[in-house]
Every structure is written in structure tokens, then in C-alpha cells.
């Protein structure tokens, strides 16, 4: 499909870009009401819930013999990132979380190096390097003045976005031949049942009903969870499998210039080291897909 068809997938990424990056401001709004485990909770359960019925449906069709990998793509692509990045947005803007996640496709990149047999090649190194100090930049920096010194906030960003690439690289090596639909349903559902016991743990329904604004959060948390987590999930396996998991997290390149541009909406300062870290982050990931496209043609 992607040699017929090479402007799909090029539209497919830039609808995740637009999505993803709008994410951030969706959590944020969302946890103005909730806490960050009712918010991380109740984003699993509904995404859950909605696969629920398309589960039901292929249940027959599903290849239980991958149950492991199955659960390591709900659990990595969707389970702790959600975690994650609730926990992060209580002390970081939408804007440094939304640039930090762009660091998903080196991720990738290092661990398909590592543990998925991908071509080393000494090149892409710079690429990396040149990625991880715009991290750490948007980390010091960032984490600094957002989170009274706690640099602990963005370093959450950061694991969720390696979670993102082990999710990837999962569904290029071992879940090639399963239809992104099948994936996406199962991951959630199997994770579904751990995103509802957290939230019933909670004091989530006292909250609905006591708190000012609570379902306007509500329906951030679900614009969230059914465009920015149901539909993306099953468009980005897709992509992944119509061309790698390299050039399907370059999804990220999009990402912080949207996030950037929500928080700037929402009355976020952006500073130099917003622009500093982005401008790093970008260009190590242009060198690393720049060596990754001659490999390619050169093989």
C-alpha cells in the first residue's frame, strides 16, 4: 500500500501529529478537576470501553499465541505513558511536555538498535547525541522553573516517550501480519481491567458529582481518550506497519509545534529553552532519519 500509495501515509502522519499534539492541552484541562491517577484511570477505561465491542467482534480472529506482545503494546503504546504524562502535566506545561515527547523517535531508533536487530550504523550517533542534549536541556531548564527544581517531571516525559518506542518497534517485529484494528482492541481491552480498578479505588464518582466543572473535564478526558488514544492508536499501527517504526515516530517532528501552539493559546510563557531544546531534539532527529533514508536506498 505505501509504494501505491506513498500520500497516505504522509496523511496519516500528519493527522497523528495534529492529534498527539493537541493531547497535552486536553490533559491539562482534564486535570483541573481530576487527579493524575483518576485522569491516567479513567483515559485506559474509556479507550477500553470502546474497544470493547470491535474485541468482541475479532475475538476469533485474535493470534493468542502473541498474548505477551499484545499486553507489552497496551501496557508501553498506551497503559504507563498515560501514567506518565498525568503525573508530569501536574508540574510541567502542555508546551514542555509536548516538546519533550518529540524525543520518541530517537528512542526508537536506540532501541530497535538494541534489542531488535536494526543496522547499526556509527553515523546516527550524532543524530542521537544531538537529541538527548536537547532533552536535557528542556529537562534542567524546564524542570527548574515549571517544577520548583524537580527535574523528576520531565524525566517522566522522557520514559513515557521510551515506552512509545518499545511499543513500536513490538508491533513492527512481532505483530507485522495482525490487522492494526486487532491490535489496538486487544492491547486496550487486556489493560482495560487495571485502568478500571485504579479508578474505582478512587474518589472519581464523588468528584463528578460534587465538583464545579467537572464534566466539561470529563469530555476533555473523552475527546481524549477516543480521538487522541482510540482512533490515533489504530492510524499509527497502521502506519508502523505500512512502512517502520522509525519513520512512523516521526510523527514527533509535528507534535511540539502543535503542543507549542495550544499552550501559547492557553496563556503558557514559552522561553529560550522551549526553541533551544526543540531546535536540538529536531535536528538530531533529522540526522538520524537523513542516515536511516541512505542506508535504505543504498541496501
Excluded: C
Excluded at 538494541?114 to 553515523?123: D, E, M, Y
Excluded at 522509525?246 to 509535528?254: P, Q, T
Aim: glycine share 8%; no cysteine.
Amino acid at each position: 500500500m505505501s509504494q501505491n500509495k506513498p500520500w497516505l501515509s504522509w496523511l496519516l502522519l500528519l493527522f497523528l501529529g495534529i492529534t498527539w499534539g493537541t493531547s497535552y492541552i486536553l490533559i491539562k484541562k482534564g486535570l483541573v478537576v481530576f487527579s493524575s491517577i483518576q485522569l491516567a484511570a479513567l483515559r485506559i477505561t474509556l479507550s477500553a470501553l470502546a474497544f470493547l465491542p470491535v474485541f468482541i467482534f475479532r475475538f476469533s480472529k485474535i493470534n493468542w499465541k502473541k498474548w505477551k506482545y499484545l499486553l507489552v503494546v497496551g501496557l508501553a503504546g498506551s497503559g504507563l505513558p498515560a501514567i506518565f504524562f498525568a503525573f508530569a502535566q501536574k508540574e510541567l506545561s502542555s508546551s514542555l511536555t509536548g516538546v519533550l515527547s518529540s524525543m520518541t523517535p530517537l528512542f526508537t531508533l536506540v532501541i530497535g538498535l538494541l534489542f531488535f536487530g536494526l543496522t547499526f550504523k556509527v553515523r546516527q550517533i550524532s543524530g542521537i547525541l544531538l537529541g538527548l542534549a536537547g532533552t536535557l536541556v528542556l529537562v534542567w531548564f524546564g524542570g527548574s522553573r515549571e517544577a520548583s527544581g524537580n527535574i523528576w517531571y520531565g524525566l517522566l516525559v522522557v520514559a513515557a516517550a521510551s515506552m512509545y518506542a518499545l511499543s513500536s518497534n513490538t508491533v513492527k517485529a512481532y505483530l507485522q501480519n495482525m490487522k492494526s484494528l486487532t491490535i489496538s482492541s486487544t492491547s486496550f481491552v487486556l489493560i482495560g481491567p487495571l485502568g478500571l480498578a485504579f479508578l474505582l479505588n478512587t474518589d472519581f464518582f464523588q468528584v463528578m458529582e460534587n465538583t464545579p466543572g467537572a464534566w466539561t473535564a470529563f469530555g476533555y478526558v473523552l475527546i481524549l481518550s477516543l480521538a487522541g488514544t482510540v482512533i490515533a492508536s489504530i492510524l499509527f499501527f497502521r502506519l508502523v506497519q505500512i512502512r517502520d517504526a522509525v519513520f512512523a515516530s516521526m510523527v514527533s517532528y509535528l507534535i511540539p509545534l502543535i503542543a507549542l501552539f495550544w499552550g501559547y493559546q492557553d496563556g503558557e510563557q514559552l522561553s529560550w529553552y522551549h526553541f533551544t531544546g526543540m531546535a536540538l531534539i529536531l535536528t538530531g532527529l533529522y540526522l538520524s532519519r537523513e542516515r536511516k533514508r541512505k542506508e535504505i536506498q543504498t541496501t
